[in-house]
């Protein structure tokens, strides 16, 4: 079992210059594997990726791992976030690598291995701002899984990328749930979603209306929302 999980949001509210943004969240994330947040836009699915991870403070409600109710910057250690928009240090390719691990105590020669993980063994000493879009996004994960978390959160990693790009990324995401690490991840690509998810949670304005296997959420969705949602995206 992964030794942050389960994650559990109780009363999860949030509200942002007089805006109610999130509204009365409660979920329970419990299993392996990779979970994606879907919903239209606007209908909160960054800000509650933040709230997860500690970067935005709810208003009221909880957020907790592993059944501890610690304070979830006890456990940032232990997670690593990817933006949509990747955030390259001013280094090498090969250099944003060797940052994260001086600064978790592991050997530099892994380098070579996160490098090839993200198809960029061949740039390590290329500047990593020079780098394409997806080239970076590639790097970035490569950098955050380096970091060795036990989750790993995304939001909307291939938004604007070409579909070579995307499945480059798809690889990485893969890879990362083969190692045990939970991904949870925002996307508003339904193919993307069916390709890569065991389980969904489907939010609107502000609220969760559903979460469940993903197989049972593209067949039979139980909300109206999410049944429209599909239908909308799929016809």
Excluded at 80 to 109: E, W
Aim: net charge positive; glycine share 6%; charged share 15%.
């Amino acid at each position: 079992m992964n030794r942050l999980l389960p994650l559990n949001i109780s009363q999860l509210h949030l509200q942002i210059d007089q805006r109610q943004l999130l509204n009365c969240i409660n979920l329970r994330i419990v299993s392996n594997g990779i979970c994606l947040i879907m919903g239209h836009n606007g209908a909160g699915k960054s800000l509650l990726l933040r709230c997860m991870h500690g970067l935005l403070k709810p208003n009221s409600g909880t957020v907790s791992w592993n059944h501890s109710g610690a304070d979830i910057i006890e456990t940032r250690q232990q997670q690593a976030m990817v933006f949509q928009k990747p955030l390259m240090l001013n280094r090498s390719v090969a250099g944003n690598i060797h940052y994260v691990l001086k600064l978790r105590n592991l050997p530099l020669s892994l380098c070579e291995h996160y490098l090839k993980s993200a198809n960029l063994e061949s740039k390590g000493e290329q500047a990593a701002r020079s780098l394409s879009g997806g080239e970076q996004q590639r790097l970035a994960i490569a950098r955050a899984i380096a970091t060795e978390p036990a989750v790993l959160f995304l939001d909307e990693p291939t938004a604007n990328l070409d579909p070579q790009a995307t499945r480059q990324i798809e690889s990485q995401v893969l890879n990362a749930m083969h190692q045990s690490i939970k991904v949870i991840m925002v996307t508003h690509d339904i193919a993307q979603a069916k390709r890569l998810a065991d389980e969904i949670v489907f939010m609107q304005t502000g609220s969760v209306t559903e979460h469940t296997d993903a197989k049972q959420f593209f067949t039979q969705p139980h909300s109206d929302a999410a049944r429209d949602y599909l239908s909308a995206y799929l016809h």
